[in-house]
């Protein structure tokens, strides 16, 4: 079961997933597009919001199913806005969709999980450690689904459940298109990163479907930061003598 696999990161994960043998259930709260992506990687559309029913959906997984193998955590929501303006509802919303929903539907899906051994694994983000000025709550729900992670990954071991995460970084989708669609702006992204190259979607979904994989059985509570390097060149931002920021 994935969510938010309609688009972006999701439906990038999709296609890794369904190239690689899995039957995906691709949940996303755009019924039209849960269908299209289903489609394309001869999976399942499971259309719905996860705030509204986590447990019914999860229930809807395994009804279609027969058995859950894997829950991958990937529906998220950004609401921009400086700090001290963040709004309530905005605040309701982003903890509602990035942290509770997925903590409900990790709940949900444990029992079917331990008759698999199956395995889970959510979608951070590098902003997690490194928050994103103007992003709202957006990095503070990123830094509770890392360490709701490394909790369930401890509590949830012995139940033969491993939990995982992933924290991407810079990825080109149609929701970043406005910046990378900017030469100026994409050339200059890229010569930051020192793979440099702009991640695509299907970066994501080749860690996630290694963490999924019987060759990661023995890895859990870990969140792998998939950003090309960056969050390893931070400190090259920084003036110093005889560079031309000094």
Known sequence: MLTGGGAGIGEGIAHVLGERGWHVLVNDVNEPAAHAVARAVNGTPLPGDIRKDPKGLVERAFG???ALHALVNNAGIIRRSPLAETSE??????????LKAMIQLSQAALPHLQQTAGAIVNISSIAAKNPQPTAGFYSMSKAGVSAFTCLAAQEWGPLGVRVNGVAPGLI?????????????LYEKRRMMMPLRRIGAPADIGRVVAFL???????????VIEVDGGYSQTLIEHLPHPGSPKS
């Open 64 to 66: 279609i199913a027969g």
């Open 172 to 184: 080109r989708t149609a929701m970043a298109e406005a910046v990378y669609s900017v030469p100026e």
């Open 212 to 222: 999924l994989s019987d060759d990661a059985a023995y890895v859990t509570g870990q």
């Open 89 to 98: 509802a905005d605040l309701d919303l982003v903890y509602e969709v990035n």
